[in-house]
């Protein structure tokens, strides 16, 4: 995906000789040179050699282990947004391709149910579920609609229009305040949350995390995700958000859906205090004589 990404800079000039050939085509000699080849460029990237080696053994391990076909694992620092490894499988061998693929061996590669061509990490969106809890719980709390003390009632369900949502563990977990939330993941304490702030407000601090847009990583293909607003599920479905649905949104279910890179994005601005940073894989491209030609800051 980088070497997509970065084409023009890692291509360089194709170079122009006049060639006298004999009667079979075979070269002969160079008569002359009209343009001299220019090499590519190189790319060093954010990534770690040993933590990507170390993230694709966890990944395979945990992968065996739940009986999973599919999976992520993205180390990021939170500090810069570099990432310092970016695992996806299943994945495939490249050298499939350098040697000129078979329809054969193509098609078992784009019919394959578990879409090792698919870079999970950036192409494909998922519903967020708990880990979506960030967006609820901290919107709260921006909004003033509750404090890190406030506490709430969390039962084995919540009833709304006749319908009831309930916590994960069906009993609740009594009087919860924002630590005693997030420590059981209590799914009923988010409903509530959730409900206070209402679904645009629960959208537009989702967006301000990042979600339902691009990071903008210097790879291909990368997808938006949905973030559910009012005036998204008029413009889609023809009616606005119902109160349950803002329930389930607040729990990262429902119609949300976000990439991996898009979550790890949104912990790395909470874990720094509040900094976005666009996730960046290439620190510098180096020009064929080892100079720098241009290098890659953090960018806000």
């Not at 098609?107 to 967006?135: C, E, F, M, R, W």
């Not at 023809?238 to 649905?245: A, K, L, R, S, V």
């Not at 601005?269 to 890659?296: C, H, M, T, W």
Request: proline fraction near 5%; aromatic fraction near 10%.
């Amino acid at each position: 995906g980088v070497e997509s990404t970065f084409e023009s800079e890692l291509r360089g000039t194709y170079g122009i000789e006049v060639v006298e050939k004999d009667a079979t085509g075979k070269d002969i000699q160079v008569l002359s040179t009209k343009q001299e080849a220019v090499p590519g460029a190189s790319l060093t990237l954010t990534i770690d050699k040993s933590i990507q080696a170390e993230a694709t053994r966890a990944l395979k391990w945990g992968m065996k282990a739940a009986g999973l076909k599919r999976g992520v694992v993205i180390v990021m620092n939170p500090q810069t947004g570099e990432v310092l490894a970016l695992v996806s499988l299943p994945s495939y061998d490249n050298n499939l391709f350098a040697r000129g693929i078979s329809n054969k061996a193509f098609q078992k590669l784009i019919s394959d149910p578990d879409k090792p061509l698919t870079n999970h990490a950036v192409q494909a969106h998922y519903p967020p579920g708990s880990t979506y809890k960030l967006v609820a719980g901290t919107g709260g709390l921006q909004d003033k609609k509750i404090t890190a003390k406030t506490k709430l009632r969390t039962r084995g369900y919540l009833t709304l229009a006749g319908a009831r949502f309930y916590d994960w563990n069906r009993r609740g977990f009594g009087a919860c305040d924002m630590n005693c939330g997030f420590g059981h993941s209590s799914d009923t304490y988010f409903f509530q949350v959730a409900g206070m702030l209402g679904a645009d407000r629960l959208a537009y601090w989702a967006h301000m995390y990042g979600f339902g847009k691009p990071t903008g990583i210097d790879l291909p293909g990368e997808v938006a995700g949905i973030v559910p607003s009012n005036q998204w599920k008029i413009d889609t479905l023809g009616q606005p958000m119902f109160g349950g649905e803002v329930y389930q949104a607040g729990i990262g279910q429902g119609y949300d859906v976000v990439t991996p890179i898009q979550l790890i994005n949104a912990f790395s601005a909470l874990a720094n205090g509040g900094k976005l940073y666009r996730p960046q894989l290439v620190r510098e491209v180096v020009g064929a004589d080892g100079k720098v030609i241009s290098s890659f800051k953090p960018d806000l």
